[in-house]
């Protein structure tokens, strides 16, 4: 059998569903091809950004996966020897329906594990009538010229060979990406573990033990830090992490029950184990995202080690920054240099992600060795509470991460036009809003449940803050050149002050492109530069 489309994309994992679903949005032809069934094994991704939020909010899925995790399960951190032995120390954190609406953004972070995650995503990808998911369908080689990509697939049920031709080809095939290896494209970085990860049942966990519910329960032995359970439904699902070190374990002698009967500090608990899977823990980016026609997205390009939750989410921002690209090139009004930026912009922000990602597992690693932390004396009492105190303050980093969510930018971009103004501080934790070119552009509410983000998407969106000015220019070059761009007047005098310009023009990804107090005098060039065409 061949097929043709204008883009193949290989894995259907959050970041190959995420880019599927905009170029599905956005009317883009294209087919993913996923070797597995599509049911998750092991459930890696739970923490759904804020800035991932906001793209499900587009794609019309925030709701649904707002009612995947239990509103009434508190957020909470909490550092124990196990889970029936000490607790050295908490940090509090509130449950989703306590927490009050963020003003910086018209969405929240959730916790949906990919169990769940992946289905929503991929339904609402098949509702697009221009996206095609197959599942158990293998991609197996490619080879690419001038014109195109040729791709054999195989079907993995009937041994069918499918020919799929594309423009052009995105692998989101995860980190051991086959497309990255056949492209010979190699990863710079390091290990920084060999982990296991035990994926267990069992129902209201919380009542075995005197500690609470909580999302996460670090364990901290004498020898350190060894590992934590987290919450993986917030029902039933738990998982347990074993950190584990530069060192490989022998999956033959890995005792999964031992490991869980330490956790839980008794082995008197019944619990049926799902899955076990040692993976390696990485602080790894590509040295290339591209190829000619073929790309790579997600862990593809980058692994982190999962300490806050930034990976998955990091992937799906770079789908979201590539497919707006790939769109306006095959509608003939994006220009080569729209495909070039997408490795210039999201490289930097794998390395500032993996960093700070790599940072966390340190901060958790913070405990050190302790040789009296479980005995019953004064010297033990001190160990525990210096420990939990500790360790408490070093995480906070990594349950706190607005900044890392929301504060990527887009620095000296090929496709956006400084201004002159000076960067604001690139905080991890808490998020500056800031409107200076390459940045997310900042939300404001514009009517009741109506984000400035709900006005972006479909092509290029003017703010005009100032009515006064005519925008008659900026809006014939674009006409001229085919460049999709609408104008949105807005009158309220505190959003223009947050954008601090008359001017700012939106791209379809939610980044400010170029602002300015009047239009300059070269519209043309203007449009060229931001549609892919300048010099
Ligand atoms: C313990 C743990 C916890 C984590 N928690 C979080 C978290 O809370 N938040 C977060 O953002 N990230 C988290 N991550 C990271 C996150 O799981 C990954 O970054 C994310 O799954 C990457 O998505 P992806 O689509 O790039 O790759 P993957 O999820 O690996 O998906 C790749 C897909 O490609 C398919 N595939 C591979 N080869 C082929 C082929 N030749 N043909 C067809 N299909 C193919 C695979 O079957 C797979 O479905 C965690 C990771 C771990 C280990």
Request: proline fraction near 5%.
């Amino acid at each position: 059998m061949a097929i043709k489309t204008r883009v193949l994309i290989v894995g259907g994992g959050p970041v190959g569903l995420g880019l599927a679903l905009e170029l599905g949005r956005l009317g883009t032809e294209c087919i993913l091809a996923e070797q597995s069934d599509g049911v998750v094994k092991q459930p890696k991704l739970g923490l759904v950004s804020t800035r991932t939020m906001e793209f499900c909010r587009r794609w019309g899925t925030a709701q649904e996966i707002r009612d995947v995790y239990p509103p009434d399960f508190p957020a909470t951190q909490l550092f124990v020897t196990s889970l029936c032995g000490y607790e050295l120390s908490r940090q509090e954190y509130p449950t989703f329906s306590e927490l009050p609406p963020l003003e910086t953004s018209p969405e929240r972070h959730q916790r949906c594990t990919q169990i769940y995650l992946e289905p929503i995503l991929r339904r609402a990808a098949e509702a697009h009538p221009s996206a095609t998911i197959r599942l158990n369908t293998r991609m197996t080689s490619f080879h690419q010229d001038e014109n195109g990509v040729m791709a054999n697939c195989e079907d993995v049920n009937s041994g069918e060979v499918i020919t799929i031709e594309a423009d052009y080809m995105v692998g989101c095939d995860g980190a051991a990406s086959i497309v990255r290896g056949a492209l010979g494209i190699e990863m710079e970085g390091k290990l920084l573990s060999h982990s296991i990860n035990v994926f267990f049942k069992i129902p209201e966990l919380w009542s075995h033990h005197d500690k609470g519910k909580a999302e996460r329960y670090l364990l901290i032995g004498k020898d350190g830090t060894w590992g934590n359970f987290t919450a993986i439904d917030g029902r039933e699902l738990w998982r347990l992490s074993i950190a584990g070190d530069e060192n490989q374990a022998d999956m033959d002698e890995f005792d999964a029950d031992a490991a869980l009967a330490r956790g839980f500090g008794t082995d008197d608990l019944d619990y049926e184990i799902l899955s076990v899977m040692p993976w390696t823990r990485l602080q790894m980016v590509a040295k290339s995202y591209r190829r000619n026609r073929v790309f790579l997205a997600g862990d593809a390009v980058h692994c982190f080690s999962p300490t806050g939750g930034f990976g998955g989410n990091t992937g799906v921002s770079d789908a979201f920054n590539l497919s707006w690209k790939l769109a306006a090139v095959l509608e003939g009004w994006g220009g080569p240099k729209l495909l070039d930026s997408y490795e210039h912009e999201r490289r930097p922000i794998a390395f500032r992600n993996t960093g700070e990602a790599a940072k966390n597992f340190r901060r958790q690693m913070s405990a050190g060795e302790n040789p009296n932390l479980l005995d019953d004396t004064d010297e033990g009492r001190r160990q525990r509470a210096e420990v939990g105190e500790l360790v408490r303050s070093e995480t906070q980093n990594e349950w706190e991460t607005l900044g890392v969510q929301l504060g990527y930018r887009y620095e000296a971009s090929p496709i956006d036009i400084a201004d002159g103004t000076e960067a604001t501080p690139d905080e991890f934790r808490t998020y500056l809003p800031s409107a200076r070119p390459g940045s997310r552009a900042p939300h404001a509410w514009l009517a009741e449940g109506h984000s400035t983000l709900d006005e972006f998407g479909d092509g290029f969106t003017l703010l005009r803050f100032d009515q006064s000015h005519s925008i008659d220019g900026l809006q014939s070059a674009a006409k001229d050149n085919n460049v999709p761009l609408k104008c949105v007047d807005v009158k309220d005098e505190k959003i223009g002050a947050l954008y601090e310009a008359r001017f700012a023009i939106i791209r379809p990804d939610g980044h400010v492109t170029w602002r300015g107090d009047a239009l300059p005098d070269d519209c043309e060039n203007l449009i060229g530069k931001i549609s892919g065409f300048g010099v």
